[in-house]
């Protein structure tokens, strides 16, 4: 057996600033545990390539120049305090009606692209590059396509792609839905929230 420990490669954050980006995968968290608030929410996670910003990576033994990614998780409620109807007004750059409000299928967002605002924030010694705003495409400016696959996961489809990062794989597994199909003797009915904590034409 190896003995042998190797340093663990970090990258710096992406560049602090306004980019284009575009959306580019979007899996469903199931429902998750606040600890803080002790309660649970539905939960998505989002993720955006930004094409300006790149990250050379070794792969099959070629080197390959990626786009880098920000991603945000969001409690999916419609609530005026949830992140995630701001972060979308912001996006889409104009309210959603009640209609829409009924039946809204944030698959629709893959492939949409906007204009992100990364912030730099620092914690623990280490700086992340946290996305800030999210504001509708300047005019004028063309539209991109993601360039890795894209992804759209459902709790329904079981275990995610093969492709997903472990750290969502993880995110996923400890779901009330995925805990409670493989270990049925948990409480099948948690405290339920359905809104976030306090914390050219339209695209979507």
Same mark, same amino acid.
């Given at each position: 057996?190896?003995?042998?420990?190797?340093?663990?490669?970090?990258?710096?954050?992406?560049?602090?600033?306004?980019?284009?980006? *575009?959306?580019?995968? *979007?899996?469903?968290?199931?429902?998750?545990?606040?600890?803080?608030?002790?309660?649970?929410?539905?939960?998505?996670?989002?993720?955006?390539?930004?094409? @300006? =910003?790149?990250?050379?990576?070794?792969?099959?033994?070629?080197?390959?120049?990626?786009?880098?990614? *920000? @991603?945000?998780? /969001?409690?999916?409620?419609?609530?005026?305090?949830?992140?995630?109807?701001?972060?979308?007004?912001?996006?889409?750059?104009?309210?959603?009606? #009640?209609?829409?409000?009924?039946?809204?299928?944030?698959?629709?967002?893959?492939?949409?692209?906007?204009?992100?605002?990364?912030?730099?924030? @620092?914690?623990?010694?280490?700086? /992340?590059?946290?996305?800030?705003?999210?504001?509708?495409?300047?005019?004028?400016?063309?539209?991109?396509?993601?360039?890795?696959?894209?992804?759209?996961?459902?709790?329904?489809?079981? #275990?995610?792609? =093969?492709?997903?990062?472990?750290?969502?794989? #993880?995110?996923?597994?400890?779901? *009330? #839905?995925?805990?409670?199909?493989?270990?049925?003797?948990?409480? =099948?009915?948690?405290?339920?929230?359905?809104?976030?904590?306090?914390? =050219?034409?339209?695209?979507?």
């Amino acid at each position: 057996m190896s003995l042998i420990v190797k340093k663990e490669k970090t990258f710096d954050p992406v560049a602090a600033g306004v980019h284009q980006g *575009v959306c580019q995968s *979007v899996y469903d968290l199931g429902t998750q545990h606040n600890k803080v608030f002790d309660k649970y929410s539905h939960q998505a996670l989002i993720i955006w390539e930004i094409p @300006s =910003e790149r990250i050379e990576i070794q792969k099959d033994g070629q080197t390959m120049s990626l786009p880098r990614v *920000v @991603s945000k998780t /969001y409690t999916l409620s419609f609530d005026d305090r949830s992140n995630f109807k701001k972060d979308l007004v912001s996006w889409r750059g104009r309210e959603f009606t #009640e209609e829409e409000e009924q039946g809204f299928d944030i698959s629709k967002l893959v492939g949409v692209n906007g204009m992100l605002n990364i912030i730099h924030v @620092s914690k623990d010694g280490k700086t /992340y590059g946290n996305l800030g705003a999210i504001l509708p495409l300047y005019k004028g400016i063309s539209k991109l396509e993601p360039e890795n696959p894209t992804v759209v996961y459902s709790m329904e489809q079981g #275990e995610p792609p =093969e492709s997903t990062p472990k750290w969502i794989v #993880e995110k996923i597994h400890s779901s *009330v #839905e995925w805990t409670q199909a493989h270990n049925p003797v948990q409480d =099948e009915h948690p405290p339920y929230d359905s809104g976030d904590n306090p914390d =050219e034409g339209v695209p979507f």
